[in-house]
């Protein structure tokens, strides 16, 4: 199965015709021989609407004429097509994508529905998922910022979905157009197609529309593991093409013998699926804060250092430490919990993590006043006793959780984690520094906290982070030493804070009623 994505420079409202014109012509060139044709969101008419960029209501009556002719195409091309466009309905607007198959019949639809920054002044919100069945398999379609919710692509994997077609206007910032990149064209799509074992492809605009919405492009193609096949620029048209490949039935294949999905415990998932008013963090948003009150400094630490673990813990105490975060490590912390605090000053906390040859984990949480709290691995099997609200171990500093390892990899616990009122996630894990970094990054971005990755590995070399609630990485370890930690000032209150951009909020704006799946 051969699919392309289009990426075609960005237009405003009143200059739809010439874009169109050239949209279906490069359209029509891709069709000639590819399978699957991607096209940009809001390809008809422009995706900025507002009242004094142009007559909408009058070019909206031009929106069946476009639709019809890349139907035409579809037809003629005996090919599949998405096709992103503003859709009129009775007295609502909607953000649509729609996929024709080689008749140029319309086979699924998708209404944007986690809607982006000023989406909602002009377009109503639609359904979670659009799912259907093809000759090459079960595929899902997806529109911009609904691949920021790791609820919405999760939903469309639990139901079978092979590849995920992603219509984008991924928006960027940056003084050279030729180096821009979004945070999903960077690293939040290639998380979805990995922690989701999935085939994925996003079709996005370049360039700047009403001289204020910057585009990154980066029109790009995901294969189950992550990687990414094949990427276009942030500055120019293009077409990009990848071939996915198919079993003798002519079905996509999907790679990889461990589904990281089959790790999942639904029943640990209920937040989820709450009322929004009732969850741990909407109280929290609401508290006024010291910004001061929730700022440790915070060092985290990479590498195996059994020999030095607690000269270790003495520097980063002796530099003003006071939240910790080690690497896991052979070392049995029990054994050694009397030295390590009697190393620590008071609301200094260290958070230490063992693991046996089997590489199973068991994290701690160390003040001067001995162990506080434990963590093992609830993802593991045959644990199930845990009461999930427990697992936000509070310190003076601001609530923070544990994840080991492939949970990691399940983007329900870490939001389970967030909506129970985590300012902070540890992560400590294995994986490689380029897996790691992107699942840690998106684990940041999509809920809106800090997240920190440390890593301890004889197989590969270790990076750890810290990452901001935006998806930035504030403070890491050299890869190239074996032993290292480096350490951030590092404000909580910003957790707090879940709007990405005005009007788009990762706690207020999820829609609980529609997840049940991702409890059963």
């Known amino acids: 199965m051969k699919i392309a994505s289009i990426q075609v420079q960005a237009n405003d409202l009143k200059d739809y015709k010439t874009a169109m014109q050239k949209l279906l012509n490069m359209v029509e060139k891709a069709a000639s021989e590819n399978d699957l044709i ?18 909408l209501t009058e070019i909206l009556e031009e929106s069946e004429n476009y639709l019809n002719k890349i139907k035409q195409i579809a037809i003629r091309e005996k090919t599949y097509i998405a096709y992103g466009y503003a859709e009129k309905e009775k007295k609502n607007l909607y953000n649509t994508a729609v996929l024709l198959n080689r008749e140029g019949v319309e086979i699924a639809k998708k209404r944007k529905s986690f809607l982006w920054h000023f989406d909602s002044t002009w377009f109503s919100a639609g359904e979670e998922t659009a799912i259907v069945d093809t000759e090459f398999g079960r595929l899902a379609l997806v529109v911009c910022a609904d691949a920021r919710m790791p609820e919405i692509i999760r939903l469309a994997a639990l139901e079978g979905a092979e590849l995920i077609i992603d219509l984008a206007n991924l928006t960027a910032t940056g003084p050279d157009i030729s180096e821009l990149h979004n945070a999903q064209s960077a690293y939040m799509l290639s998380t979805r197609a990995l922690e989701n074992q999935v085939w994925l492809a996003v079709s996005d605009k ?6 204020t919405i910057t585009y990154a492009g980066r029109s790009s193609i995901f294969a189950p593991d992550g990687t990414c096949l094949i990427q276009a620029s942030s500055d120019k048209d293009e077409i990009i093409s990848a071939e996915i490949p198919c079993d003798g039935q002519g079905k996509i294949k999907i790679a990889g013998e461990v589904k990281f999905s089959e790790q999942r415990k639904p029943h640990y998932y209920q937040p989820l699926t709450s009322p929004i008013d009732s969850l741990p963090i909407v109280k929290y948003m609401k508290e006024s804060l010291i910004p001061a009150d929730l700022t440790p400094f915070v060092v985290v630490a990479a590498g195996y250092m059994e020999e030095e673990y607690l000269q270790m813990v003495r520097r ?16 049995n912390i029990e054994q050694v919990t009397n030295e390590i605090k009697s190393i620590l000053p008071v609301n200094c906390y260290l958070f230490a993590t063992t693991m046996d040859n089997s590489g199973e984990m068991i994290s701690y949480m160390i003040t001067n006043e001995g162990i506080q709290k434990r963590y093992s691995t609830i993802h593991s099997p045959g644990n199930d006793d845990e009461n999930v609200e427990s697992l936000i171990f509070e310190t003076k500093w601001g609530r923070v959780a544990i994840m080991h390892g492939v949970e990691g990899m399940l983007p329900e616990w870490s939001r389970t984690l967030m909506l129970l009122g985590a300012d902070c996630i540890i992560w400590p894990n294995q994986y490689s520094p380029e897996i790691a970094i992107k699942i840690a990054r998106t684990r940041a971005a999509e809920n809106r906290i800090y997240m920190i990755t440390s890593q301890s590995s004889n197989e590969h070399r270790n990076i750890s982070q810290i990452i901001d609630p935006n998806g930035s990485v504030i403070t890491s370890t050299l890869e190239s030493l074996r032993k290292h930690a480096s350490g951030t000032l590092v404000p909580f209150v910003n957790s707090r804070i879940k709007e990405i951009v005005p009007g788009t909020n990762v706690v207020l704006n999820r829609n609980p009623q529609n997840y049940g799946r991702l409890i059963k």
């Open 38 to 55: 991607i096209v940009p969101e809001a390809a008809f008419p422009a995706y900025f609407l507002g009242h004094e960029e142009g007559n």
């Open 206 to 211: 370049w360039g700047v529309e009403a001289n």
């Open 316 to 331: 980063m105490v002796d530099q003003g430490s006071t939240l910790i975060v080690m690497p896991p490590n052979h070392v």
